[in-house]
């Protein structure tokens, strides 16, 4: 069992206005990204401002001004399971298929991270599953001043899941990260 965290919390500044509001396709990116979870024991938003309407709690950070790690600290302290699948508001193509897919892979995995890469080389830490053990780090790297995601994996440990078996079971679409809205198709 897991939990799912969307998280809603950034300014959306290149895009332009509230992108986790915007409409795509007959429904905000939020519910994109908030359905695809639907495999998970419990679902909320983490976001600083509310989100009303998704029928799912809104969790603001508990530790603000640390980014996308803030989300993730709120996200790891207030999920009720073990693991929690964490995903940013602008991913709209993610599905269950892909969660059960990385949930699959958290069950074997040794590590309390399980993380994909993307075709280009970089991981993508905010399509991920986290296990609570990684809270302390977190914490910690916020109160030190370092707000880095990929630095948790470093520390503590994690499954990479290469691009190119991500692409095979999901396509390419699945990593679409909307920054701005001209990248949506």
Same mark, same amino acid.
């Given at each position: 069992?897991?939990?799912?965290?969307v998280?809603?919390g950034?300014?959306?500044?290149?895009?332009?206005?509230?992108?986790?509001?915007?409409?795509y396709?007959?429904? #905000?990116? !939020? @519910?994109?990204?908030?359905? &695809? +979870?639907? /495999?998970?024991?419990?679902?909320?938003?983490? $976001?600083?401002? %509310?989100?009303?309407?998704?029928?799912?709690?809104?969790? #603001?950070? !508990? @530790?603000?001004?640390?980014? &996308? +790690?803030? /989300?993730?600290?709120?996200?790891?302290?207030? $999920?009720?399971h %073990?693991?929690?699948?964490?995903?940013?508001?602008?991913? #709209?193509? !993610?599905?269950?298929?892909?969660?059960?897919?990385?949930?699959?892979?958290?069950?074997?995995?040794?590590?309390?991270?399980?993380?994909?890469?993307?075709?280009?080389?970089?991981?993508?830490? !905010?399509?991920?599953?986290?296990?609570?053990?990684?809270?302390?780090?977190?914490?910690?790297?916020?109160?030190?001043?370092?707000?880095?995601?990929r630095?948790?994996?470093?520390?503590?440990?994690?499954?990479?899941?290469?691009?190119?078996?991500?692409v095979?079971?999901?396509?390419?679409?699945?990593?679409?990260?909307?920054?701005?809205?001209?990248?949506?198709?």
């Open positions: 069992m897991y939990s799912g965290a998280l809603a950034g300014a959306s500044r290149r895009f332009g206005e509230d992108k986790a509001l915007f409409p396709r007959g429904k #905000p990116l !939020l @519910l994109w990204v908030l359905e &695809s +979870l639907e /495999g998970a024991k419990e679902r909320f938003i983490v $976001a600083n401002r %509310p989100y009303l309407g998704f029928g799912v709690p809104v969790y #603001p950070d !508990l @530790l603000p001004g640390a980014d &996308s +790690l803030s /989300g993730l600290h709120s996200a790891l302290a207030h $999920a009720q %073990p693991w929690v699948a964490v995903a940013a508001t602008d991913l #709209p193509f !993610l599905t269950r298929g892909f969660w059960d897919f990385l949930w699959e892979k958290a069950r074997a995995s040794p590590h309390p991270v399980v993380v994909p890469w993307n075709p280009e080389g970089h991981l993508e830490p !905010l399509m991920a599953l986290y296990h609570k053990d990684c809270l302390p780090q977190v914490e910690r790297q916020i109160r030190e001043g370092d707000f880095l995601l630095r948790v994996m470093e520390t503590l440990g994690a499954t990479y899941v290469p691009a190119e078996e991500v095979a079971r999901f396509g390419r679409g699945v990593f679409l990260n909307a920054n701005r809205k001209e990248e949506l198709p």
